[in-house]
């Protein structure tokens, strides 16, 4: 790869990292890959737990331990490990707000 192509695409995941930064609703749509369990903005019609309006500590420390192997599960320790931080602080932030 040249310089020139490089350059180009450093520029352009930079541009998409600012976009994603920007938009006010990402935590929702990160949020809404929760809706098959966890029903739709958090509030589970049973089954599951619900995720609306739980403090955003306690969601964020309930991923960690999935993610870390503390906590057992069938599949959340997996839906874990496939986002960042900062994509978890989102959710966790997006479902605190939840009435």
Do not use: W
């Not at 976009?19 to 049973?46: E, M, V, W, Y």
């Not at 870390?68 to 069938?74: N, V």
């Amino acid at each position: 790869m040249n310089v020139k192509s490089a350059l180009a695409v450093l520029c352009l995941a930079g541009i998409a990292g600012f976009a994603q930064a920007q938009d006010p609703n990402i935590g929702r749509n990160l949020a809404a890959t929760c809706a098959n369990c966890h029903g739709t903005n958090g509030k589970s019609a049973g089954g599951m737990e619900s995720l609306a309006g739980e403090p955003k500590e306690k969601l964020l420390q309930k991923m960690a331990d999935y993610r870390s192997g503390d906590k057992p599960a069938s599949i959340m320790h997996q839906i874990t490990k496939g986002y960042t931080d900062e994509q978890l602080d989102l959710i966790a932030a997006y479902f605190a707000a939840q009435k």
